[in-house]
């Protein structure tokens, strides 16, 4: 499923994200979170951090859920990294993590297939994390299309024409091999305003010289990961909040399940932005930073100002 995708038609990120549209006035969700829930779902880039630094406020938010015996879980649809190395970096940042805190599209989409199409050979268009986590799951790779029966395209920094061959031979020429996605993100948010071409570019380029559809997405906004999600906390999406900084992945995904959500905007979505969204798009709250989550009440007792880390 792509995200900028609206009754089939495709939208270039300005249009999805930036061009106004013919509707009613547009009022933006106000106040914050009144009350404590029993888990809570943190996007990670944008959310929690950008680049090498901790956004504010996301230490003393994740120090007081785990006071307060909060369910936490870091959400990602990155996976340049494996879980492992998430837990890591936010433990290395200063927010304390494990392994079964974190879970982005390595493992999402190596469930997928263990669950879906354990006996296929896949041709993974992707990093190193992915293709460990697919080789220890026991799932074939192969490069060559006669062979194929699955096309993993994936956020590649190393994607290259002899890929796009092997994807276009597998689709077209010796299929038809299927093509999926780990995720849908057009790019990947860096710091300094900047960013990186994401798996939406991989994507792009097969269904491009193939004429086929991406089948199956295993990152957000697609329910599968949002019940992964909720398997590993063993909640509701009625007992947790969303977090996160993009609408059409984050915000999408829970406004989709019914689950209350919290953009923040400290990442992609900006003021603009949102306001050139429809109604439907919009989040339960619209927070400044990832630690108004909490009720105030919870800032009071604290005794927080907005300038906390």
């Known amino acids: 499923m792509d995200p900028y995708r609206r009754n089939g038609d495709q939208l270039s990120r300005t249009q999805a994200l930036a ?4 509707a009613s006035p547009v009022v933006s969700p106000a106040g914050r979170p ?31 859920l785990i006071s307060l015996d909060r369910k936490i879980l870091f959400l990602s649809n990155n996976p340049t990294s494996s879980p492992e190395d998430y837990a890591a970096k936010l433990t290395r940042l200063g927010v304390p993590a494990t392994r ?21 050979t896949v041709f ?26 699955i096309v993993i395209a994936s956020y590649d920094r190393g994607f290259d024409y002899r890929k796009l061959q092997i994807a276009f031979d597998a689709i077209c020429t010796f299929g038809p091999a299927r093509l999926v996605t780990t ?16 798996a939406a570019a991989v994507i792009g380029a097969i269904e491009g010289c193939t004429g086929v559809r991406c089948e199956q ?17 063993g909640l509701t999406a009625a007992n947790c909040i969303m977090v996160g900084d993009r609408l059409m992945t984050d915000i999408r995904m829970a406004i989709d399940a019914g689950m209350p959500s919290a953009l923040v905007l400290t990442g992609e979505t900006t003021p ?16 400044n930073r990832v630690d108004e989550v909490l009720p105030e009440s ?8 907005g300038t906390g880390s």
């Open 19 to 22: 061009a106004p549209r013919a």
């Open 34 to 64: 009144d009350r404590l829930v029993a888990g809570y779902i943190f996007d990670l880039d944008g959310t929690i951090y950008l680049g090498e630094e901790l956004l504010p406020g996301a230490r003393r938010l994740i120090d007081a």
């Open 100 to 120: 079964e805190q974190v879970l982005n599209s390595v493992d999402t989409m190596t469930s997928w297939l263990v669950g879906h199409h354990p006996n296929a």
């Open 124 to 149: 993974p268009i992707s990093e190193a994390p992915l293709k460990r986590a697919l080789a220890t799951a026991g799932i074939r790779m192969s490069d060559d299309p006669t062979e194929i029966d």
């Open 183 to 198: 995720n849908p993100d057009r790019f990947c948010p860096l710091p300094g305003g900047r960013g990186e071409p994401d």
């Open 217 to 233: 997405n295993t990152g957000k906004p697609d329910p599968f990961m949002l019940e992964a999600a909720l398997e590993r906390l």
């Open 272 to 287: 603009d932005i949102l306001q050139a969204h429809q109604p439907d798009d919009y989040p339960t709250w619209v927070l």
């Open 298 to 305: 919870i800032w009071s007792e604290r005794d927080w100002t």
